[in-house]
């Protein structure tokens, strides 16, 4: 799993029918320190996050699984809001 | 996919027995924009019985394993397609009738 | 999903994923804005997506999940057409 | 599959369980005329190669479980998949 940020939502109304209904938000990925890293990205959110949340997901075959009705073909998913990271540091 | 020009065979006499019989190709992924090699290189089983110079495109990860090629063999890119025609914002960068 | 913009098209008749009448478009990666990237992807498109729309690209095994793919050589398939992308109540982008 | 050279191997004593009795290299990824290109990493042997040899490594979970006749391991991903004699480019080798 992976930690990214929610920085905003996407609207799709012509898309594949298994998407119907599944919230579309747009992530940053974050390292452990919460710098931003890499390329935005669209995923599905099961867990009623929001923007300005710190999330974990996943990517790939996981992401598949985040919804009860078997598999969809949408390779991200949230699957957590992070209340806090504890960092041990040196 | 990911597309990439041929440019050769590799040939690997020691291997799982698994992969007898496919045919191992290197490719070099391509900018389509300017058609120009990425100096990136992958070897791919050859699902679409592609040749030496020609444009394809290749499926990676497990997908790559579900061509009559690879059906049940370990594979984790595969050329899918052999390239026709790449068109860009209305014009055709590539078109193997004319390029090739 | 990844964003990107559709920028062309990719004809082959020589194929070995058996999709029926699959169209394939050549997509640019690009940000939240539409800014692209020069990274290059060749997706089935399974919506209908045009030139110039701004799509969501599902990359991996995912892309096995419909039924038009299932057990197809299929790791990238564009997945939706982007209308809007809301930041905060900023419109990062509008079609 | 990516091409690569066996530079080293890796012993482990302390290992999990799916990771007994198999044997770990040190890979560097190659560009055709054999100059290193990307960074180093591990994979598992699958055709008893060695130091030195210039290989194909084949990155994929389910491949590997395949190769290796494991069905059950589900923490391989990276195997040596074969020993490269030859790569035929325009009628070079």
């Known amino acids: 799993m992976k930690l990214a940020k929610v920085v905003g939502t996407v609207v799709s109304t012509q898309k594949l029918e298994c998407l119907e209904g599944i919230k579309l938000l747009l992530l940053q990925p974050l390292d452990e320190e919460q710098n931003e890293i890499g390329d935005v990205l669209v995923a599905m959110d099961p867990v009623q996050s929001g923007e300005g949340d710190v999330v974990f997901y996943e990517s790939s075959k996981e992401a598949a699984r985040a919804y009860n009705e078997w598999f969809q073909p949408g390779d991200v998913a949230i699957f957590g809001i992070v209340d806090h990271i504890d960092l041990e540091k040196e | ?100 | 999903m990844i964003l990107g913009m559709v920028t062309g098209t990719v004809v082959a008749t020589q194929k070995a994923d058996k999709v029926d009448g699959a169209k394939y478009l050549l997509i640019n990666k690009c940000d939240e804005h539409g800014a692209v990237k020069n990274d290059f992807y060749v997706a089935l498109d399974q919506v209908g997506a045009g030139h110039g729309d701004m799509v969501m690209m599902a990359q991996g095994s995912p892309n096995r999940q419909t039924e038009r793919t299932t057990d197809r050589p299929i790791d990238a398939s564009i997945l939706g057409i982007i209308d809007l992308i809301g930041k905060g109540d900023v419109v990062a982008y509008k079609k | 599959m990516i091409l690569a050279k066996i530079i080293g191997d890796v012993v482990s004593d302390h290992k999990i369980s799916d990771y007994k009795g198999i044997k770990m290299l040190v890979v560097q990824p190659i560009d055709p005329d054999g100059s290193p290109n990307g960074k180093t990493f591990l994979a598992v042997d699958g055709v008893q190669a060695g130091v030195g040899d210039t290989v194909v490594i084949l990155d994929e979970g389910g491949s590997a479980r395949m190769l290796l006749e494991e069905p059950e391991i589900f923490t391989i991903r990276a195997v040596v998949a074969g020993i490269v004699d030859q790569i035929a480019m325009d009628g070079l080798e």
């Open chain 2, 1 to 100: 996919m990911i597309l990439g020009r041929v440019l050769g065979t590799v040939v690997a006499s020691r291997k799982s027995p698994r992969l007898e019989g496919g045919k191992f190709l290197l490719v070099e992924k391509i900018d389509p924009a300017t058609m120009k090699g990425k100096k990136e290189y992958i070897v791919a089983i050859d699902g679409a019985g592609a040749g030496i110079h020609e444009i394809v495109f290749y499926a990676t990860g497990s997908c790559g394993r579900y061509t009559d090629a690879t059906e049940g063999k370990p594979s984790d890119a595969t050329i899918t397609a052999i390239v026709d025609a790449i068109e860009i914002d209305g014009d055709y960068v590539y078109n193997k009738a004319t390029d090739a």
